[in-house]
C-alpha cells in the first residue's frame, strides 16, 4: 500500500518512487523470463510482433529497445499485473476499477541503448479524464549511467505542449519549447524490485544507456476504467467496431469492472494527428516523425 505521504506527493508531483514494490518471488520470475526472451531474441533478424529490435542487433550481441506485451508472453508478468499486491498500490489512485491500456518492457541495451525523447503519454492516447498512469517495475538496479526514467515535476498539472513537427505527430515535445523547463527534471533510480509511478501527463523522458548494463523496466499502463478512449487513437482500439472495443475493454479490466458510463472531466486534449509515417512504436513514432533530442 501507498503511505499518505506517497499519495500525495504523487498527487503533488506527478509521480513516486516506491522501494521494495515485488516480493522477491514476483522479481526473481521476471527477470528470469526476461533474460529467456532476451536469449531467443538471438534468433531475430527483425523487428516483430514480440521484440523491437535496437540497432546493431544480431545472434551474438542481442540488442533490444523492447519487447512487447510482455504480460501476455509469460505468466511470471500477468500474475504481478493482476496481483492484489500491485492492486494495492493503484486503488488509492485510481479507485477499485482499473483497465490497462498496455505493457511492455524497455530493456534499453547497453553501450548507447535508445533514448526516449521527452513527451507526455497523455499527447499518444487522450481519453475522458486523466485518472491515468504508467507503473514502471525496475528488473534491474537502475542508476544515472544506464538511462533512468526522468521526469519534470508537477507538469501534469500543466498544459499540454506540442508533440507535432512540421504538421505531423513526432511523438515528443520540442526541447526548445519555453514551457519546457529541463533543468528541473529529476532522475528516478532505483534497485531491482523497486517501483515508479507517473501519471499520464507528467513531462518524462530517459537518455540512452551509457553504461556497460541493460537497463530493463516493465511498464504498465493503467486507468481508471471509467476513462473512455476518445477517437480510438494509439493503438490499443484502432480500428476496432463498437462491439469490439467494448469487449476489449472489459478484457483488460485488471481490478474491479468495466464501467458503461464516461466520466468526463475538463482536461486538455490534443491529438496524435496526422500520424507519422511509422507509428508501430515510440521509438519509430518519434524517428519518423523527425522529433528532436532533448539529450544530445
Known amino acids: 500500500m501507498l503511505s499518505d505521504e506517497q499519495i500525495a506527493f504523487y498527487r503533488d508531483n506527478g509521480y513516486v518512487h516506491v522501494p521494495n514494490a515485488l516480493t522477491a518471488q514476483q522479481l526473481s520470475a521476471m527477470q528470469r523470463v526476461t533474460d529467456d526472451?532476451?536469449?531467443?531474441?538471438?534468433?531475430?533478424?527483425?523487428?516483430?510482433?514480440v521484440y523491437d529490435l535496437d540497432e546493431g542487433h544480431s545472434a551474438d550481441t542481442p540488442r533490444l529497445t523492447r519487447i512487447k506485451l510482455p504480460h501476455i508472453r509469460d505468466a511470471a508478468f500477468s500474475d504481478t499485473l493482476y496481483s492484489e499486491r500491485l492492486a494495492g498500490f493503484l486503488i488509492p489512485l485510481l479507485g477499485p476499477n482499473i483497465?490497462?491500456?498496455?505493457?511492455?518492457?524497455?530493456?534499453?541495451?547497453?553501450?548507447?541503448?535508445?533514448?526516449?525523447?521527452?513527451?507526455?503519454?497523455?499527447a499518444f492516447y487522450p481519453h475522458t479524464n486523466d485518472d491515468i498512469l504508467a507503473v514502471g517495475i525496475m528488473l534491474e538496479d537502475v542508476d544515472e549511467a544506464n538511462g533512468p526514467l526522468m521526469v519534470v515535476p508537477s507538469t501534469h498539472k500543466n498544459p499540454i505542449l506540442s508533440h507535432h513537427r512540421n504538421g505531423v505527430f513526432c511523438g515528443a515535445?520540442?526541447?526548445?519549447?519555453?514551457?519546457?523547463?529541463?533543468?528541473?527534471?529529476?532522475t528516478i533510480t532505483g534497485k531491482a524490485g523497486d517501483m515508479s509511478i507517473h501519471h499520464v501527463r507528467?513531462?518524462?523522458?530517459?537518455?540512452?544507456?551509457?553504461?556497460?548494463?541493460?537497463?530493463k523496466i516493465l511498464f504498465f499502463e493503467?486507468?481508471?476504467?471509467?476513462?473512455?478512449?476518445?477517437m480510438g487513437v494509439a493503438g490499443v482500439y484502432q480500428g476496432l467496431d463498437a462491439p469490439s472495443m467494448w469487449e476489449k475493454m472489459q478484457e483488460n479490466i485488471v481490478h474491479g469492472q468495466q464501467p458503461t458510463a464516461p466520466r468526463v472531466e475538463a482536461v486538455p486534449v490534443s491529438m496524435p494527428l496526422p500520424p507519422?509515417?511509422?507509428?508501430?512504436?515510440?521509438?519509430?513514432?518519434?524517428r519518423s516523425g523527425g522529433a528532436i533530442s532533448g539529450f544530445d
Open 202 to 215: 507528467v513531462l518524462h523522458g530517459s537518455a540512452p544507456n551509457r553504461s556497460d548494463r541493460a537497463r
Open 276 to 286: 507519422p509515417a511509422d507509428a508501430t512504436s515510440i521509438f519509430k513514432v518519434q
Open 222 to 230: 493503467l486507468m481508471a476504467a471509467d476513462a473512455w478512449p476518445l
Open 37 to 49: 526472451l532476451i536469449e531467443k531474441s538471438k534468433g531475430v533478424s527483425e523487428s516483430n510482433d
Open 173 to 186: 515535445i520540442d526541447p526548445a519549447d519555453p514551457l519546457f523547463e529541463k533543468d528541473k527534471a529529476i
Open 99 to 122: 483497465r490497462l491500456h498496455t505493457s511492455k518492457l524497455n530493456t534499453k541495451a547497453p553501450g548507447g541503448g535508445a533514448a526516449v525523447e521527452w513527451h507526455q503519454d497523455w
